[in-house]
């Protein structure tokens, strides 16, 4: 079965710092991995993914993720906040073998301060 | 170019009522998948429709059932609601071509249950 663990439910960083949000995951197959976000009362935007092809995955607004398979770990980083980013990040793995069911994290609240 | 539409973006319902939802996905996709998102939770896989037939299904009750159409939207079908069904809904699309092909989502209809 496939699943991710995000670690840290909250995440306070000050506009112009850098942001980590870490997640592990866990998966029987070869996983496709990605990273969404979901700003108040909206849908889930795709901020990028992992297909097995480069390690270093650069998606949206600057945001990029590095998948570590030692690790078991695609944790998301950007070099400078902007107030615009708060909002809630989920890690997300695929179902595997073919099938294309989303497995969410519990999710991380990212709080931007000025 | 039309993203995933879902409508209504709003509903309230009393329990033991039957609602249906709609989904309209992204010009091109042919795959539909059904998500709920309780409140501070990341989105629970509920099934997903592909040639107008359920493909895969989550741990959810047989009160939640659904249809694609040949024009390939869908509806989600939720009977005998009951309080914790309340919740966001959420529709995505893509192309049944692997785990790789990331999902797009609407913005999802608010369900709550009195």
């Known amino acids: 079965a496939q699943s991710v663990t995000q670690l840290d439910s909250h995440v306070s960083v000050s506009e112009g710092t850098p942001v980590l949000l870490r997640c592990n995951y866990s998966s029987s197959y070869s996983p496709s991995l990605f990273w969404y976000v979901q700003h108040p009362n909206k849908g889930l935007q795709l901020l990028l993914k992992y297909t097995s092809a480069a390690t270093l995955v650069k998606g949206i607004n600057g945001f990029e993720a590095e998948f570590k398979k030692s690790e078991t770990s695609f944790h998301l980083t950007k070099p400078s906040a902007h107030m615009s980013d708060a909002a809630e990040y989920f890690c997300v793995v695929s179902g595997g073998a073919g099938f294309q069911k989303l497995v969410f994290g519990t999710g991380t609240r990212l709080l931007v301060s000025p | 170019d039309a993203g995933v539409t879902q409508s209504p973006t709003h509903l309230i319902k009393t329990r033991g009522q039957q609602v249906t939802l709609r989904c309209s996905p992204k010009s091109g996709h042919d795959t539909v998948s059904w998500y709920q998102q309780a409140l501070g939770q990341g989105p629970q896989f509920i099934f997903q429709?592909?040639?107008?037939?359920?493909?895969q299904r989550g741990n959810f009750p047989d009160r939640f059932s659904g249809h694609q159409f040949p024009n390939y939207s869908s509806e989600l079908n939720v009977n005998a609601l009951l309080l914790g069904d309340s919740a966001l809904y959420l529709c995505?699309?893509?192309?049944?071509?692997?785990?790789?092909?990331?999902?797009?989502f609407g913005d999802g209809t608010r369900l709550s249950i009195l």
């Open positions: 429709y592909y040639e107008e037939e359920e493909r």
């Open positions: 995505a699309s893509s192309l049944m071509a692997g785990t790789e092909q990331p999902q797009h």
